[in-house]
């Protein structure tokens, strides 16, 4: 299995041997939890800017509090854009028909993720960004495999480049934990989606 991590590094390693100015990237966030260490990781290489494009999480206030969340937690790094887009639920719900009754990390979920991915390498490649990435893959409960294969399927698809990643390495997950229960930031007891929230006593986690 390739080492998404060691990829990620190496490419890190060749932009800052290239000098000049840092890329620009566009980074998908699922919840402000997660993003607290990767914008930490990033930040130092990368010009970022974050999208907060979920269009899974159910109900809405859910989504407008992990949403606010995501804001004040960029409080903390000014120099940080953030791409606001609209809620679009109705694209989750279309891709979802026929999976409702799916496990947790199952069709469903991969269906999820490409939709996150893809509007996310669209919105870059429209918006001229060099690097489209996402927070996902630092949950324990994301498979960072999926995760990198679609992105590079989508590099392909969308023309822009996908930054290999596997953020639960080198203590990625703990370091996020660490750093939110610093910030005081609201911690999520299932991923986003009704079935999620229905399987959350299942292990249903972000």
Not at 44 to 55: D, S
Not at 80 to 85: A, E, G, Q
Not at 139 to 147: D, E, G, R
Request: aromatic share 8%; glycine share 6%; proline share 3%.
């Amino acid at each position: 299995m390739e080492n998404y991590d060691l990829i990620m590094q190496e490419e890190i390693k060749n932009i800052g041997a290239n000098g000049g100015e840092r890329p620009s990237l566009l980074l998908h966030s699922c919840c402000a939890v997660c993003s607290s260490y990767v914008i930490a990781c990033l930040r130092p290489h990368f010009e970022l800017t974050v999208l907060y494009y979920n269009p899974n999480i159910e109900p809405m206030v859910e989504y407008e509090k992990r949403k606010n969340e995501q804001l004040r937690l960029l409080k903390e790094y000014p120099q940080v854009k953030i791409m606001d887009i609209d809620y679009e639920n109705e694209s989750f719900r279309k891709i979802a028909e026929g999976l409702e009754n799916e496990p947790e990390g199952g069709a469903r979920c991969s269906k999820c993720i490409e939709l996150r991915l893809s509007r996310t390498a669209e919105l870059a490649r429209d918006s001229n960004f060099e690097y489209f990435c996402s927070t996902l893959s630092v949950s324990p409960h994301k498979n960072a495999v999926l995760i990198n294969s679609l992105g590079k399927k989508l590099q392909d698809e969308k023309k822009v480049k996908w930054l290999c990643s596997d953020f639960k390495k080198r203590d990625g997950f703990l370091k996020s934990n660490i750093e939110s229960k610093r910030l005081g930031l609201y911690r999520q007891d299932y991923c986003g989606c009704i079935f999620s929230k229905q399987k959350s006593g299942e292990g249903g986690k972000a």
